[in-house]
């Protein structure tokens, strides 16, 4: 059993890490520097959002219940979880309720 590595060995494990770090630094020099992409563009709001966003600003600062507030906060769950869109069809074939009275 050894209990220990030859000098050789040493010798030639670092010099396989050099090689391979100066491999990685000549690739890294040698490729091309890639623009960085272009951040998404920001389409301006529509007049209805802006409105809603000057809404819950200014009641974002009230400590009373207010009724504009809450129209506007359930206008903004609305949007947020895309209720205002219609539901897609979907079938109901088999996930219909069964009769009450009808015993299984």
Not at 35 to 56: H, S, Y
Request: net charge negative; charged share 25%; proline share 11%.
């Amino acid at each position: 059993m050894l209990h220990g590595t030859s000098r050789t060995a040493k010798i030639a494990g670092m010099a396989a890490l050099a090689g391979l770090m100066m491999t990685v630094a000549i690739v890294a020099a040698v490729q091309p520097d890639e623009p960085a992409p272009t951040p998404p563009l920001v389409l301006p709001a529509d007049e209805g959002q802006a409105r809603l966003a000057r809404e819950l600003d200014r009641c974002a600062s009230l400590t009373m219940p207010d009724s504009g507030c809450e129209a506007a906060w359930a206008a903004n769950r609305r949007r947020f979880f895309r209720q205002d869109e219609p539901a897609p069809a979907t079938e109901r074939g088999g996930d219909t309720a069964p009769d009450e009275g009808a015993r299984p």
